[in-house]
């Protein structure tokens, strides 16, 4: 019987290994391979053709006296700064407000998340649109008032700010969806001993809510600051490369698809996404550590 046990066991793990095999063949190929190759590249005038030759720490001498390099991760910065704490509060706001048993609220909590099901290159094409200072609905509306609305995309002073209103508006709908999992999931037994002990709404929020809900808004902090760490998609949608509005708006990851696939200065792109990765690894590695002194596993 023991023999038999082994035997069945033993296809049973072979048959788990077949199955996940793609997925860790996927990993390796194009996560682990493409790593270690990239930090190779970076070590070389690598381009598009020709042998690439090994220059040494050029790249990375080249890349910190960049100021280009240093006005894009100033950029990024900016969109974590105004785009994270804007789409946590919001979307926790929004999230209190749909946590309730109305006939029809799941219409809502439908609306609220097709920004999200929604193609990026619609959104980015129908916000361009939106912010055109000459035709634009959003300058027009403005006009009404006596408000003469900027040139949203072509004003260096503007254009990160235009970017940032998309970027929310498109994210707020996952943050939206995972902190009502976390509301949901909290016992109501909570709050029925905090009503029973005179607590109101804000006292309730503060003792009850926001404690439990700490390991959700952790973890959509951490997960939002490294994608807003890797924005490209609306900023090359929405605003032309050779348009003036690219220098105030223009993030780590654009200047890199710049430098490796506009100017084929493989090897420098390179280099600047092994340092983004550190960036992003630094930051992540500060988050787990302050975590300990706000976040409440109960």
Same mark, same amino acid.
């Not at 390099?69 to 999230?95: D, G, H, R």
């Not at 634009?136 to 509306?141: K, S, T």
């Not at 995972?178 to 016992?187: H, N, S, T, V, Y």
């Given at each position: 019987?023991?023999?038999?046990?082994?035997?069945?066991?033993? @296809?049973?793990?072979?048959?788990?290994?077949?199955?996940?095999?793609?997925?860790?063949?996927?990993?390796?190929?194009?996560?682990?391979?493409?790593?270690?190759?990239?930090?190779?590249?970076?070590?070389?005038? @690598? @381009?598009?053709?020709?042998?690439?030759?090994?220059?040494?720490?050029?790249?990375?001498?080249?890349?910190?006296?960049?100021?280009?390099?240093?006005?894009?991760?100033?950029?990024?910065?900016?969109?974590? &700064?105004?785009?994270?704490?804007?789409?946590?509060?919001?979307?926790?706001?929004?999230?209190?407000?749909?946590?309730?048993?109305?006939?029809?609220? !799941?219409?809502?909590?439908?609306?609220?998340?097709?920004?999200?099901?929604?193609?990026?290159?619609?959104?980015?094409?129908?916000?361009?649109?939106?912010?055109?200072?000459?035709?634009?609905?959003?300058?027009?509306?403005?006009?009404?008032? !006596?408000?003469?609305?900027?040139?949203?995309?072509?004003?260096?002073?503007?254009?990160?700010?235009?970017?940032?209103?998309?970027?929310?508006?498109?994210?707020?709908?996952?943050? %939206?969806?995972?902190?009502?999992? !976390?509301?949901?999931?909290?016992?109501?037994?909570?709050?029925?001993?905090?009503?029973?002990?005179?607590?109101?709404? &804000?006292?309730?929020?503060?003792?009850?809510?926001?404690?439990?809900?700490?390991?959700?808004?952790?973890?959509?902090? %951490?997960?939002?600051?490294?994608?807003?760490?890797? %924005?490209?998609?609306?900023?090359?949608?929405?605003?032309?490369?050779?348009?003036?509005?690219?220098?105030?708006?223009?993030?780590?990851?654009?200047?890199?698809?710049?430098?490796?696939?506009?100017?084929?200065?493989?090897?420098?792109?390179?280099?600047?996404?092994?340092?983004?990765?550190?960036?992003?690894?630094?930051?992540?590695?500060?988050?787990?550590?302050?975590?300990?002194?706000?976040?409440?596993? !109960?």
């Amino acid at each position: 019987m023991k023999k038999y046990k082994t035997k069945r066991a033993r @296809k049973e793990a072979l048959a788990a290994y077949a199955f996940i095999l793609p997925f860790i063949t996927g990993i390796l190929i194009f996560n682990v391979y493409a790593f270690l190759k990239n930090i190779f590249i970076s070590f070389t005038n @690598k @381009k598009s053709f020709g042998a690439a030759k090994f220059i040494g720490m050029d790249n990375y001498v080249r890349l910190f006296g960049d100021e280009k390099f240093y006005q894009a991760l100033i950029n990024t910065l900016c969109y974590i &700064v105004i785009c994270v704490p804007a789409i946590i509060i919001l979307s926790l706001l929004i999230a209190l407000a749909l946590n309730v048993k109305l006939k029809g609220i !799941g219409i809502f909590r439908t609306l609220i998340y097709l920004p999200i099901i929604t193609l990026p290159t619609a959104v980015g094409m129908v916000w361009k649109w939106l912010f055109n200072n000459q035709f634009g609905l959003i300058n027009a509306v403005m006009g009404k008032f !006596g408000i003469q609305g900027p040139a949203w995309l072509s004003d260096p002073n503007v254009s990160l700010i235009a970017v940032c209103i998309v970027l929310i508006w498109c994210s707020i709908g996952t943050a %939206v969806i995972i902190f009502l999992a !976390g509301l949901q999931g909290i016992e109501k037994t909570y709050y029925e001993a905090a009503e029973i002990d005179g607590a109101n709404s &804000v006292q309730k929020f503060l003792s009850i809510t926001f404690p439990l809900l700490s390991p959700t808004t952790f973890m959509l902090i %951490v997960t939002e600051i490294i994608g807003f760490f890797q %924005v490209f998609d609306m900023i090359f949608l929405m605003i032309p490369p050779t348009s003036s509005g690219m220098a105030g708006a223009r993030s780590i990851v654009m200047l890199f698809y710049e430098e490796a696939f506009t100017k084929f200065n493989k090897g420098y792109g390179a280099a600047m996404a092994n340092i983004l990765f550190l960036i992003i690894l630094v930051i992540t590695i500060i988050q787990m550590k302050l975590q300990k002194k706000w976040v409440y596993y !109960g």
